[in-house]
């Protein structure tokens, strides 16, 4: 039997546990290929200064089962404009069996356009930002509409990838998974969450985060207006 074909999209600025939570996952059962997907062989840096190695190019990637989007610090900026990544992304969607993204990644998808028309979930602090790329967004953890799976904020790519293992290979490995990996949270803290960490946490992570969102927010409209002249064409 041939094995399931999932490919994980990584450029500059990648959050490395948006891309690493779910590869852990993903690459366990002995029935997947799991590929790190980048325009050329160089070396990424991501986000926090990790060093990924890509496994194959936009140009030589198998048509996959599963495309991944992870989301990403100030380089998704250029990612969300970046026309080869869009049309590869819209290429493997049409055939892929199931069409997903961690964090904000679900952000990239819906510039691609194949978001639109699916509720989806990414980080908490960016959901009105897909909102406004006219995706329904809902506040879980891993939301799944149809052949469209998505996980909210980094650490729940853990999360996604146990729910997307479930889907492709059954309850029985995702779980065999999970125990493999000990994954038993027991976080030290309760301040995962906006409404447990409390309004001066927040507040104080909103203001540590501002040049992020502000420059995302930029992006996010620019690639609004033109997702509106394309349906208005259309």
């Not at 679900?106 to 356009?113: D, E, V, Y």
């Not at 994954?183 to 992570?205: C, D, I, Q, W």
Request: net charge negative; proline share 6%.
């Amino acid at each position: 039997m041939n094995p399931l074909q999932i490919g994980f999209l990584i450029y500059p600025g990648v959050i490395q546990l948006d891309v690493m939570g779910a590869h852990q996952v993903l690459s366990f059962p002995p029935n997947t290929q799991v590929h790190l997907i980048s325009k050329t062989l160089a070396f990424v840096t991501t986000n926090e200064g990790l060093i990924l190695v890509p496994t194959v190019t936009l140009i030589n990637c198998p048509p996959l089962d599963v495309i991944c989007v992870p989301g990403g610090g100030m380089g998704q900026v250029e990612v969300m404009q970046d026309q080869d990544i869009l049309s590869f992304l819209q290429q493997q969607s049409a055939t892929a069996q199931y069409v997903t993204a961690v964090c904000t990644g679900s952000m990239i998808l819906a510039a691609a356009g194949v978001l639109q028309g699916y509720k989806a979930t990414c980080h908490w602090a960016f959901r009105d930002q897909l909102a406004m790329l006219g995706v329904e967004v809902v506040p879980a953890r891993v939301v799944i509409d149809r052949n469209r799976v998505t996980g909210a904020g980094v650490t729940s790519g853990i999360d996604f990838g146990l729910t997307l293992l479930g889907l492709l290979c059954g309850e029985q490995v995702a779980k065999m998974t999970q125990l493999m990996m000990e994954y038993m949270p027991e976080p030290p803290f309760n301040a995962g969450s906006p409404k447990t960490a409390g309004r001066e946490v927040v507040h104080s992570l909103m203001q540590f985060g501002k040049p992020l969102l502000d420059t995302f927010l930029v992006q996010t409209q620019k690639v609004a207006a033109g997702l509106n002249v394309e349906n208005k064409i259309g």
